[in-house]
């Protein structure tokens, strides 16, 4: 069955960076479009960022440009998102998205909380 458990999550203080890291398991990585969403408390999911499936292409939300980065390791499975510059408004959990661009499937982590307060 497919796994996506996301990890890295934590308190930082305005400013500062974290990296959040997601390990993928029963699915074929390579073919999958790997996406960053977050949802604030009281807010909607939202879109922060997703990788091609070989990593040349990616995109940003326009709230994190600049100050994130999203990667992605195809031999190890795994997804990463840079966080750098971090503001009280990029308090939220993250989620991990697996979407095969063909079959239109989803597979979604269990998310971990990123707070950013003093």
């Known amino acids: 069955q497919v796994q996506l458990v996301e990890s890295g999550g934590g308190l930082v203080q305005p400013g500062g960076s974290l990296r959040l890291s997601c390990a993928a398991s029963?699915?074929?990585?390579?073919?999958?479009?790997m996406r960053w969403y977050r949802q604030a408390p009281g807010k909607e999911r939202e879109l922060v960022s997703y990788i091609s499936e070989g990593g040349r292409s990616t995109n940003y939300a326009d709230s994190v440009k600049g100050r994130f980065t999203i990667s992605r390791d195809n031999a190890k499975n795994t997804l990463s998102l840079q966080m750098n510059s971090l503001k009280a408004e990029d308090t939220a959990v993250y989620y991990c998205n697996a979407l095969h661009p063909s079959y239109g499937n989803s597979h979604w982590g269990q998310g971990t909380q990123v707070t950013v307060s003093s």
């Open positions: 029963g699915l074929t990585f390579s073919r999958y479009v």
